[in-house]
């Protein structure tokens, strides 16, 4: 931005300052008056202002303020043919750049001119790069998937601090599809591009995504003005927030999606609690009254199986979205898991797998016993699950710095590379290894379940798999 404008009342001194100027790669502008002065400040911008202190129409310090509180990065050089210095020093005080007496030599213009306009450039270059560092916070916003009305929060309080303005707003049109959508002609006009409006004071910029208008940024100083370089920031800015918008209520959508999968699940459960119920009671009646039979076996089996699995779901409501309500008592850890492990026996006794206890001895502290009860049983569950029929399966307690330590050894086929990053993923289930089937899958929530619950008493759980099996580690913190 090489452009400087020359404001003197004398056609002379313009001329002169333009020779000098121009042979050095100068882009110059003159104005008379004030009056000219405004409209031309209007049209462009300039790197340096060479402002006669003594104007017709205006005083050149008072105009000074005027153009210093619209052109923030446009440096001042006073010129006067009458000089006092106790004119330089107010003129200094309200931030002029260098103050030149009249008649003044080539080489001091010059100086002047060359050091004031690498000032407003490091001034420009400085507003650039807080501008990309803004522009990198929305971009982070992208990569994020969050609520719609969190994102434009975060992508209006940047666009402002990058903008310097003081007030922003983001609108985004309830019908899109609209190619001729009334607010985005009367905002950007035919072009539908990034405009001022207001003596430059309040600026617009569309908001576009696959060709489709989505809305737009708005952003307004109360003093001040906007420039080209806000104009184009607050392009990018929008195109961004464009982005951010549709990746938006694509989560908004999905969120919506997983709590309407969550009622059905929680609803289904309970409305095939009663009849479940009823058919289980009835086949335990025909059991005890006519003995085994192969069909009313499978029939109790199978009933079992999936009074089980409603268990389950009713469990992830329970845990996994009601642990804020969770509440912590002393309690011992070692009864806790014991009690996990006496409620699991029945299934691997099915399996013929033996459970071993190596407890160290812990004092009491404080958990939610029902759902650290639950968290190793469904770690236990899913280790006789995986484990082959007549082997063992193993439950250590112990200290771990400053956690409870409850680790459950199996001796299955291990965990695949593959599976290791999804294994806490809800609704998850694990393939079984071609040497290894396993007869009854669950519905992919117990670890789910069992992470939440080492989360919600500020601890974690830990694996180590390998072909000959994993360890499973539920960390809790020692309060």
């Known amino acids: 931005m090489k452009n400087v404008l020359i404001i003197d009342d004398e056609k002379s001194v313009i001329k002169s300052c333009a020779r000098a100027l121009e042979k050095k790669g100068y882009e110059c502008y003159s104005a008379l008056n004030a009056s000219t002065a405004r409209k031309m400040l209007k049209r462009r911008e300039y790197g340096v202002i060479l402002l006669d202190i003594g104007l017709p129409d205006a005083s050149g310090r008072d105009f000074m303020d005027e153009i210093k509180e619209k052109n923030f990065f ?6 006067t043919g009458k000089a006092t210095v106790e004119d330089a020093v107010i003129c200094m005080k309200k931030g002029a750049y260098d103050f030149i007496t009249k008649p003044f030599g080539v080489n001091d213009l010059r100086g002047s001119v060359e050091k004031a306009m690498e000032k407003a450039g490091l001034k420009t270059r400085v507003s650039e790069l807080e501008r990309i560092a803004s522009i990198s916070n929305v971009s982070g916003a992208l990569c994020r998937l969050t609520g719609l009305e969190e994102l434009i929060k975060t992508i209006c309080r940047e666009a402002e601090k990058a903008l310097g303005a003081d007030y922003s707003e983001l609108k985004i049109y309830d019908n899109p599809f609209a190619s001729d959508n009334n607010c985005m002609l009367e905002e950007f006009g035919s072009s539908q591009d990034a405009v001022f409006k207001d003596d430059k004071r309040v600026l617009f910029a569309p908001l576009k995504f696959k060709e489709k208008y989505k809305g737009f940024l708005r952003a307004e100083k109360k003093t001040g003005s906007f420039n080209q370089i806000d104009l184009s920031v607050a392009s990018v800015f929008a195109g961004q927030a464009a982005v951010a918008v549709e ?7 999905l969120k919506e999606v997983d709590r309407m999968k969550d009622i059905f699940l929680t609803n289904i459960s309970h409305e095939i609690k009663t009849p479940l119920q ?9 059991h005890k009254r006519y003995g085994t039979d192969r069909m009313t076996s499978l029939l109790i ?3 079992l199986r999936l009074k089980e699995i409603m268990e389950e779901i009713l469990d992830y409501k329970k845990f996994y979205e009601g642990n804020s309500e969770m509440e912590f008592h002393m309690d011992s850890l070692q009864d806790t898991v014991s009690q996990a492990i006496k409620e699991i026996i029945p299934k691997a006794r099915k399996k013929k797998i033996v459970i071993y206890k190596f407890y160290d001895h812990l004092d009491s502290f404080r958990h939610n016993k029902e759902a650290v009860k639950k968290a190793v049983y469904n770690i236990l569950d899913n280790a006789i699950k995986y484990t082959p029929g007549e082997e063992k399966v193993s439950v250590s307690i112990r200290r771990q710095g400053d956690c409870a330590a409850v680790k459950v050894k199996d001796r299955g086929p291990g965990i695949s590379d593959s599976e290791k990053e999804k294994i806490y993923d809800r609704f998850h289930q694990r393939f079984s290894s071609s040497s290894f089937d396993v007869k ?6 117990g670890l789910a379940v069992a992470e939440n619950i080492a989360r919600s008493h500020g601890g974690y759980i830990s694996f180590d798999s390998s072909d000959r099996g994993s360890i499973f580690s539920l960390l809790i913190p020692i309060r």
């Open 278 to 286: 009823s058919i289980l009671g009835s086949s335990e009646i025909l």
């Open 440 to 445: 009854e899958q669950g519905i992919g929530l």
């Open 74 to 79: 446009t440096e001042i050089v006073m010129l």
């Open 247 to 253: 990746n938006s209520k694509i989560y908004d959508s």
């Open 301 to 303: 089996n199978n009933a």
